[in-house]
């Protein structure tokens, strides 16, 4: 036969609180106590006294209904940590996740290579500057880090405090890129586990001012790099970009198979290339196809987030280091970054 | 999906908004699906129960991002990570067929247990 205490626990597992949850879920219940019929529990004072009076009425109705139960009392503390929580025999998981200090932590993700993934990460970080938003970047392209010669910040390196590195700084977004601390040709020869190693030292050994968003850049594919990360950080979600193409869209599913298995949440998908204004009559030539990633995503029944010309301003300003939401604002494609922040400033609020 | 609550104490606890688990420490243990303990190539188990302490149970946990969580055993084990869903498929498991008597009778064991109950 199971204990006493253990049924009052089931009970209170199925006492909603504000609607979603149960009170075991919520940490309201700080102390349980029982003296042979008599039950003594210790609840946290509510802000509204009306709750906490109609909390009190289910759980002495739900409590009575067991004959081993004669009467409750009610007791009252402010919230800390005290009672379960604090429970001397009781193993709680420690969170030892990187990058803590951001409110949202977003990757940006592929499926293939080449579809223009890092000149999204810079622009939309510039995109949510301007909205007012604190960014930082993360380049964990370990094999082809951009994030430097897109910045405009390509042979910079960071300076040190403490053992810590400082991040790089440009446009007012800080940013961290292996490509500004080893040539470019000596990391593409790393295996696994130094991959792991050198996202995880990056991570924790760069001393960012933290603010409401981290973005990401992540290498194509769904290789070790998307796994350390996965596993390193609490990310809030992955947002995957694509062309319109086929090939990049079937990659693409498999990218986002994977960040469901580690169950990073899919925030949405943007469509890159989607078209071409031609410079003469400024009709979209759909060059890769039309509206590929946007059909993907409601068969996925993932949002859409936005779909980007294919704009030589933007190959330019990410060769030069000038980010066309800064160079350009008022073009179609600038415009474009700063919709699809708006958009995900809503899906992650 | 992530549980509401997890916390070790006597048993492992997995709390869901409509439903709760209890997963004992030696079946927990015995399921470890890392590289040592299962092979990846056949997937099958590569420990013996009759090498596993019937009293393990674990001194440190964490998570490993928003997926599952690492345990460190006391016999000096740790290099598991339990994704959440298979936490709970290998609860609903137990819960079909008992892991085994003899880790029923032992889960209880272990310093952490405290008898007030």
Redesign the interface.
């Known amino acids: 036969m199971q204990?006493l205490?253990?049924s009052l626990e089931?009970l209170l597992?199925k006492i909603p609180y504000a609607g979603?949850?149960?009170l075991?879920?919520v940490d309201y219940i700080q102390k349980l106590e029982i003296d042979r019929k008599v039950v003594k529990i210790t609840l946290r004072l509510e802000k509204k006294p009306e709750d906490s009076a109609r909390i009190e009425q289910a759980v002495r109705e739900s409590f009575m209904a067991l004959p081993e139960v004669e009467n409750v009392f009610f007791l009252y503390t402010k919230p800390k940590k005290t009672g379960l929580e604090s429970?001397p025999?009781?193993?709680?998981?420690?969170?030892?996740?990187l990058l803590a200090n951001f409110d949202k932590v977003i990757l940006i993700g592929s499926g293939k290579g080449g579809v223009g993934k890092s000149t999204f990460s810079v622009n939309l970080a510039l995109a949510l500057k301007k909205l007012g938003r604190s960014v930082a970047l993360f380049d964990a392209d370990i094999y082809g880090p951009s994030l430097p010669m897109m910045m405009g910040l390509k042979s910079a390196k960071p300076t040190m405090t403490a053992n810590k590195m400082n991040p790089l700084s440009r446009y007012g977004v800080e940013f961290i890129s292996i490509g500004n601390l080893v040539e470019e040709k000596e990391a593409v020869a790393w295996r696994g586990p130094m991959v792991h190693q050198a996202v995880q030292q990056l991570l924790r050994d760069t001393n960012f001012s933290g603010g409401d968003y981290m973005l990401i850049d992540l290498p194509p594919g769904t290789g070790d790099v998307q796994i350390s990360?996965?596993?390193?950080?609490?990310?809030t979600g992955v947002v995957v970009v694509s062309t319109p193409q086929d090939v990049a869209l079937i990659d693409a599913r498999r990218a986002m198979a994977m960040f469901e298995?580690?169950?990073?949440p899919i925030l949405g998908m943007v469509e890159n290339m989607a078209y071409f204004s031609c410079p003469h009559c400024g009709k979209p030539i759909e060059i890769f196809g039309q509206g590929g990633a946007k059909k993907e995503s409601e068969e996925q029944q993932i949002p859409f987030l936005g779909a980007l010309p294919l704009d030589p301003d933007a190959r330019i300003g990410a060769d030069l280091g000038k980010p066309v939401v800064l160079e350009k604002p008022e073009s179609v494609i600038a415009q474009a970054f700063f919709s699809i922040a708006r958009e995900l400033e809503k899906l992650v609020d | 999906m992530k549980p509401k609550q997890i916390y070790f104490k006597d048993v492992l606890h997995l709390v869901y908004p409509k439903e709760a688990f209890e997963l004992p420490y030696f079946a927990l243990r015995m399921t470890c699906p890392c590289a040592m303990c299962v092979d990846e190539i056949t997937g099958q188990r590569k420990i013996d129960r009759k090498d596993i302490d019937p009293k393990v149970h674990p001194i440190d946990c964490e998570y490993v991002g928003n997926y599952g969580i690492k345990i460190k055993w006391s016999d000096d084990h740790s290099t598991g990570i339990y994704p959440f869903d298979y936490l709970r498929a290998v609860a609903l498991d137990l819960t079909k067929t008992p892991f085994s008597e003899d880790c029923k009778h032992h889960h209880h064991g272990g310093p952490h247990h405290d008898h007030h109950h």
């Open positions: 204990s205490e253990k089931q597992a979603k949850e149960n075991l879920e429970d025999g009781r193993i709680v998981p420690k969170k030892v996740s990360l996965a596993q390193l950080t609490e990310a298995k580690v169950n990073v």
